[in-house]
């Protein structure tokens, strides 16, 4: 990885910790996230509830999933993010939003992958599992969440 991408990324993750996302709030972020992924015309993208799913429909023989949750847990309050060192310090830098970085990395940059793609996006992952956005997505959607491998 060249060192802009690297710069790249972290200045994406940046921006992603400096939305606040606790539990049952992660309405702003998921809008932040919608409005990056409908700007990509090789993706379908649905929402449901605060949940998001962004697919490719290209027609390949397999589809791989990839998912992220997109809350933290609360924090006395939502610091913005710093970078030092090359490091990045925030609430959820490390868990999800680094990761909710790279697969919106992915969504923006792989039009035409060899295997088409599912990216998740869920909320509340981090509180009880009844109210996890996976399961209601896997009530209400559950056709969104197919793949060969996730």
Do not use: C, Q, W
């Amino acid at each position: 990885m060249a060192a802009n991408d690297r710069t790249d990324l972290l200045a994406r993750t940046a921006a992603l910790v400096d939305v606040a996302s606790p539990s049952r709030a992660e309405g702003p972020l998921v809008d932040s996230i919608e409005t990056e992924l409908r700007a990509h015309t090789h993706l379908d993208v649905t929402r449901v509830g605060d949940n998001l799913v962004a697919r490719t429909s290209l027609g390949r023989l397999h589809r791989v999933v990839l998912a992220g949750h997109t809350d933290t847990v609360p924090a006395a309050d939502n610091a913005t993010a710093r970078i030092e060192n090359g490091r990045l310090f925030g609430v959820g830098s490390a868990d999800m939003k680094g990761g909710l970085a790279v697969m919106l990395e992915l969504a923006a940059t792989l039009t035409e992958p060899v295997v088409d793609l599912t990216y998740v996006f869920y909320a509340r992952e981090e509180i009880a599992s009844a109210e996890s956005g996976l399961g209601e997505l896997f009530e209400l959607r559950p056709d969104l969440l197919v793949g060969d491998i996730a």
